[in-house]
């Protein structure tokens, strides 16, 4: 109790800092950051194993042109959510974090927030929030790091749908410096990629070209930094995941009409890919041991409505050379409170104790929500967040 009254204070004293912070700005605001108790234990930092998180950041996408891309923190070790924690921390930073958050992960002591709409990839202390710089990569999509270097796909044109819409690049950038070092050209629209060994695998949605997708994986070899080849894998591809075993699960969003979403599985050293079997639209997914937990909300133009799937299914099998050995999915959510879920926005798993978080967009022009359900898929506990809360990633000791 002592130490949550001290918190209180310094809560307070925020608060009062925040105010007199305001009149440094004009007529921009800082909105000071909000604490709301979660029904989670008081644990001092020293008590978290090593593998354990002692918080979680969460990237609000914000509605595109509302200038309102915002970050919350879960404080596991003193049982508070704090809504808007980087505008309190950097109040002198015009427009604060800018327009439509799109990725947020973290690499060394530093975390990276991918701004879509602004054209910027914010780059701040991991333990304070508090900004280091920001590097300028246009229409950037997402974040992946390796051996000190972070790489960044973009679309690279204006935000427009456009049937003569350009090619896309990955941008690597020097962590260390916060300098682009080399770009490559790849397909259209990249979204997400992994890497894996010495190639970086990058799905190309062709989303400007609409209906026109593209479908295909560049593979971009990183030593000389070129696009060495495409890869057919399916229509509109999003999301890319890598698994324990090297393998990149690819979802796909479809045509919105006659094409259906599907979910894939490539296994580069084989160049084999397979369509998943008895698995409904994925929009997003996180890979846990040999499990993947997904939701799927998926838009039909005919009807003018989404259907939303949620589950877990087992990726433990090898790619056979016609099918793949998976059932159908089990239940994510066990208790029935998926019916409060409006628009799943967002997932991610606690590596430690397998605690699934899923955000809920509700009308993509209000607060949302963040859900916490245990292993089982029980409900734990449920807290409002920023505008589209979307993107997560975990803080460790």
């Not at 404080?75 to 327009?99: A, Q, T, W």
């Not at 819409?165 to 770009?183: K, M, P, S």
């Not at 009409?257 to 084989?270: M, R």
């Given at each position: 109790?002592?130490?949550?009254?001290?918190?209180?204070?310094?809560?307070?004293?925020?608060?009062?800092?925040?105010?007199?912070?305001?009149?440094?700005?004009?007529?921009?605001?800082?909105?000071?950051?909000?604490?709301e108790?979660l029904?989670?234990?008081?644990?001092?930092?020293?008590?978290?194993?090593?593998?354990?998180?002692?918080?979680?950041?969460?990237?609000?996408?914000?509605?595109m042109?509302?200038?309102?891309?915002?970050?919350?923190?879960?404080?596991?070790?003193?049982?508070?959510?704090?809504?808007?924690?980087?505008?309190?921390?950097n109040?002198n930073?015009?427009?604060?974090?800018?327009?439509?958050?799109?990725?947020?992960?973290?690499?060394g002591?530093?975390?990276?927030?991918?701004?879509?709409?602004?054209?910027?990839?914010?780059?701040?202390?991991l333990?304070?929030?508090?900004?280091?710089?920001?590097?300028?990569?246009?229409?950037?999509?997402?974040?992946?790091?390796?051996?000190?270097?972070?790489?960044?796909?973009?679309?690279?044109?204006?935000?427009?749908?456009?049937?003569?819409?350009?090619?896309?690049?990955?941008?690597?950038?020097?962590?260390?410096?916060?300098?682009?070092?080399?770009?490559?050209?790849?397909?259209?629209?990249?979204?997400?990629?992994?890497?894996?060994?010495?190639?970086?695998?990058?799905?190309?949605?062709?989303?400007?070209?609409?209906?026109?997708?593209?479908?295909?994986?560049?593979?971009?070899?990183?030593?000389?930094?070129?696009?060495?080849?495409?890869?057919p894998?399916?229509?509109?591809?999003?999301?890319?995941?890598?698994?324990?075993?090297?393998?990149?699960?690819?979802?796909?969003?479809?045509?919105?009409?006659?094409?259906?979403?599907?979910?894939?599985?490539?296994?580069?050293?084989?160049?084999?890919?397979?369509?998943?079997?008895?698995?409904?639209?994925?929009?997003?997914?996180?890979?846990?041991?040999?499990?993947?937990?997904?939701?799927?909300?998926?838009?039909?133009?005919?009807?003018?409505?989404?259907?939303?799937?949620?589950?877990?299914?087992?990726?433990?099998?090898?790619?056979?050379?016609?099918?793949?050995?998976?059932?159908?999915?089990?239940?994510?959510?066990?208790?029935?409170?998926?019916?409060?879920?409006?628009?799943?926005?967002?997932?991610?798993?606690?590596?430690?104790?397998?605690?699934?978080?899923?955000?809920?967009?509700?009308?993509?022009?209000?607060?949302?929500?963040?859900?916490?359900?245990?292993?089982?898929?029980?409900?734990?506990?449920?807290?409002?967040?920023?505008?589209?809360?979307?993107?997560?990633?975990?803080?460790?000791?």
């Amino acid at each position: 109790m002592y130490h949550k009254h001290n918190i209180l204070i310094w809560v307070i004293g925020y608060w009062l800092l925040a105010i007199g912070l305001t009149s440094c700005r004009g007529d921009e605001i800082v909105v000071p950051s909000e604490y709301e108790l979660l029904p989670i234990p008081v644990r001092a930092e020293s008590s978290f194993a090593p593998n354990e998180p002692i918080g979680m950041y969460l990237l609000n996408e914000g509605n595109m042109g509302s200038n309102k891309a915002s970050i919350d923190y879960v404080d596991f070790c003193n049982g508070y959510y704090i809504r808007n924690i980087y505008g309190e921390r950097n109040p002198n930073v015009i427009k604060e974090l800018g327009d439509v958050g799109n990725d947020i992960q973290v690499y060394g002591n530093r975390l990276y927030a991918v701004i879509n709409c602004s054209h910027k990839v914010e780059v701040m202390d991991l333990r304070t929030c508090r900004r280091i710089g920001q590097v300028d990569i246009p229409n950037c999509r997402y974040i992946r790091f390796k051996d000190g270097k972070a790489y960044i796909s973009s679309y690279v044109g204006p935000v427009s749908i456009d049937p003569n819409a350009q090619l896309g690049a990955i941008f690597e950038v020097d962590t260390a410096t916060l300098r682009v070092t080399r770009q490559v050209t790849v397909g259209y629209q990249p979204e997400e990629f992994e890497i894996i060994g010495n190639h970086l695998y990058v799905a190309n949605s062709g989303g400007y070209h609409a209906p026109d997708y593209d479908s295909t994986l560049s593979v971009v070899d990183l030593t000389d930094f070129r696009q060495i080849k495409k890869i057919p894998v399916c229509v509109n591809p999003h999301r890319v995941r890598k698994d324990q075993y090297d393998r990149l699960w690819i979802t796909s969003r479809g045509d919105h009409k006659d094409v259906q979403p599907q979910l894939v599985c490539f296994q580069p050293i084989s160049n084999s890919l397979l369509p998943i079997a008895n698995v409904p639209a994925v929009s997003e997914m996180v890979i846990f041991g040999d499990s993947m937990c997904f939701y799927g909300s998926h838009w039909s133009d005919e009807t003018m409505s989404n259907t939303i799937t949620y589950g877990v299914i087992d990726i433990r099998y090898p790619i056979a050379d016609s099918q793949y050995p998976t059932s159908d999915p089990r239940p994510l959510i066990t208790d029935g409170t998926e019916k409060n879920i409006k628009i799943p926005y967002g997932i991610q798993v606690n590596p430690y104790n397998g605690d699934i978080y899923i955000t809920d967009a509700k009308n993509y022009v209000s607060s949302g929500q963040l859900h916490c359900y245990s292993r089982e898929g029980k409900r734990k506990w449920s807290v409002r967040t920023g505008d589209i809360p979307a993107h997560m990633c975990f803080v460790y000791r």
